[in-house]
């Protein structure tokens, strides 16, 4: 089992920044990706980002391609989410995700994951 917590979420103008947290525990030697999803009201969940939690590789959405950093410290266990230049579009409860067996490409689908966080509002106010 793997718990995931997230914070950092919360309210801000367009233009602005927001950094999220996603604090892993539990059996987190077992996890290969940790990743960023995101859900709008009445939409699907969307992926955001990924990481490879031994590696460099990532993966990003084209829609937040160039605002959005997605960086993890192995030693605290802790994926970071980095929002840049906030739209209002952006606003949506966003959801950390965790994959626990191997794979070749980082997945974007919320399918690949198998543990999830109980998410984290993000407000972008126009």
């Known amino acids: 089992q793997v718990q995931l917590v997230e914070s950092g979420g919360g309210l801000v103008q367009t233009g602005g920044s927001l950094r999220l947290s996603c604090a892993a525990s539990?059996?987190?030697?077992?996890?290969?990706?940790m990743g960023w999803f995101r859900q709008a009201p009445g939409e699907e969940r969307e992926f955001v980002a990924a990481i490879r939690w031994r590696g460099v590789a990532t993966a990003i959405a084209d829609s937040v391609k160039g605002r959005f950093i997605i960086s993890g410290d192995n030693a605290k266990n802790t994926v970071y989410l980095q929002m840049n230049s906030l739209k209002p579009e952006d606003t949506a409860v966003y959801y950390c995700?965790?994959?626990?067996?191997?794979?070749?490409?980082?997945?974007?689908?919320?399918?690949?994951?198998?543990?999830w966080g109980q998410g984290t509002q993000v407000t972008v106010s126009s």
């Open positions: 539990g059996r987190t030697a077992s996890t290969y990706v």
């Open positions: 995700a965790a994959r626990t067996w191997n794979t070749i490409v980082i997945p974007t689908n919320p399918r690949g994951y198998d543990y």
